[in-house]
């Protein structure tokens, strides 16, 4: 498969007339001193809102499944034995609510030293995972090494392993059908890049990259879908909350009419592109909004349990 590199830099380069959801005719100005990249970023924090009326609910109570709130938290390719063990020692001292899945994804080489340190409270998750069983795969990691160290989750299909490493959605697929048939949960990435956001694809986007997983996978029950649109990871721009719960809504519809009502109902949707906890709160109290996959802000312990506790938001909107 071609890789492909649309780094956010190359998307802002691309068409600059944003319209959420679908199109408009809402172009950017560029007769300013601003260069197309910083209008881009003016524009964005002005016009970043719901671009359509339609409102999505499902007739099923706001905590399906389980009952709890999830959130992750992708530490990426971050962190040293030292800042690693200080990150660590923060989360073990936090009070974190109760009725919340809390999950880590702390680089591979890491894995260990997270796993043997880590209050049992917070579960560990893989940041990827081969497609199949180890062998003569060099660099890669297999679901059975994962397990081995007591991983319970992996992150598959994030935008990093998409648009920068090059794997397409039935390649995503595989891996997530093998994690789950050797017994790992998935943590199922899905979101739009900028340029298809413009171009009103986001829905098209999100339903084929979901599609891919369901044409894969044997069974729903150890999935989580994170739904995290490109242009907002690492940007330090978020989806409002009405924008994503648009597109969450949408997306278990797609579950409904596609896959089945209950597993519609009973898998978590969490939302992932610079959650912090100033936003965190918001985001939690929308119906369709299962909870958080985060990336630079879970690597500040006292901030990530701000959002792991922002469950208490989705209680009184409940």
Same mark, same amino acid.
């Given at each position: $498969?071609?890789?492909?590199?649309?780094?956010?830099?190359?998307?802002?380069?691309?068409?600059?007339?944003?319209?959420?959801? !679908?199109?408009?005719?809402?172009?950017?100005?560029?007769?300013?001193?601003?260069?197309?990249?910083?209008?881009?970023?003016?524009?964005?924090?002005?016009?970043?809102?719901?671009?359509?009326? !339609?409102?999505?609910?499902?007739?099923?109570?706001? $905590?399906?499944?389980?009952?709890?709130?999830?959130?992750?938290?992708?530490?990426?390719?971050?962190?040293?034995?030292?800042?690693?063990?200080?990150?660590?020692?923060?989360?073990?001292?936090?009070?974190?609510?109760?009725?919340?899945?809390?999950?880590?994804?702390?680089?591979?080489?890491?894995?260990?030293?997270?796993?043997?340190?880590? *209050?049992?409270?917070?579960?560990?998750?893989?940041?990827?995972?081969?497609?199949?069983?180890?062998?003569?795969?060099?660099?890669?990691?297999?679901?059975?090494?994962?397990?081995?160290?007591?991983?319970?989750?992996?992150?598959?299909?994030?935008?990093?392993?998409?648009?920068?490493?090059?794997?397409?959605?039935?390649?995503?697929?595989?891996?997530?059908?093998?994690?789950?048939?050797?017994?790992?949960?998935?943590?199922?990435?899905?979101?739009?890049?900028?340029?298809?956001?413009?171009?009103?694809?986001?829905?098209?986007?999100?339903?084929?990259?979901?599609?891919?997983?369901?044409?894969?996978?044997?069974?729903?029950?150890?999935?989580?879908?994170?739904?995290?649109?490109?242009?907002?990871?690492? *940007?330090?721009?978020?989806?409002?909350?009405?924008?994503?719960?648009?597109?969450?809504?949408?997306?278990?519809?797609?579950?409904?009419?596609?896959?089945?009502?209950?597993?519609?109902?009973?898998?978590?949707?969490?939302?992932?592109?610079?959650?912090?906890?100033?936003?965190?709160?918001?985001?939690?109290?929308?119906?369709?909004?299962?909870?958080?996959?985060?990336?630079?802000?879970?690597?500040?312990?006292?901030?990530?349990?701000?959002?792991?506790?922002?469950?208490?938001?989705?209680?009184?909107?409940?």
């Amino acid at each position: $498969m071609a890789v492909t590199s649309t780094s956010l830099a190359s998307q802002l380069a691309g068409p600059t007339n944003f319209s959420g959801l !679908r199109r408009s005719c809402f172009k950017l100005d560029h007769s300013n001193s601003l260069s197309p990249t910083q209008s881009l970023f003016q524009h964005l924090h002005s016009h970043l809102r719901l671009s359509s009326s !339609r409102k999505g609910s499902r007739a099923v109570v706001t $905590m399906a499944g389980t009952g709890k709130f999830f959130v992750g938290g992708n530490w990426k390719c971050n962190g040293t034995k030292d800042s690693i063990t200080k990150l660590v020692s923060d989360l073990n001292s936090s009070k974190l609510e109760a009725d919340v899945d809390v999950v880590v994804a702390p680089p591979f080489v890491y894995l260990d030293q997270v796993k043997n340190s880590l *209050t049992d409270r917070i579960e560990i998750s893989a940041q990827n995972s081969w497609v199949g069983k180890g062998g003569a795969f060099t660099g890669e990691i297999s679901v059975e090494q994962l397990k081995d160290i007591g991983s319970k989750w992996v992150i598959l299909g994030h935008s990093e392993r998409r648009h920068v490493i090059g794997e397409d959605d039935q390649f995503i697929g595989k891996k997530a059908a093998y994690a789950l048939s050797e017994g790992l949960g998935v943590i199922a990435c899905i979101g739009e890049l900028l340029e298809e956001r413009e171009a009103g694809k986001t829905f098209d986007v999100c339903f084929q990259q979901l599609k891919a997983y369901a044409d894969a996978v044997p069974s729903w029950d150890n999935i989580v879908i994170a739904y995290e649109p490109v242009w907002a990871i690492g *940007t330090g721009k978020v989806a409002s909350p009405e924008q994503a719960q648009e597109v969450h809504a949408a997306l278990r519809e797609w579950l409904k009419d596609n896959v089945s009502a209950e597993v519609a109902s009973k898998t978590r949707i969490i939302y992932g592109g610079s959650v912090n906890g100033g936003n965190s709160a918001e985001l939690a109290k929308k119906e369709d909004i299962d909870g958080f996959l985060v990336g630079g802000a879970s690597l500040k312990g006292p901030e990530f349990a701000t959002i792991i506790n922002s469950v208490t938001s989705k209680k009184v909107a409940a």
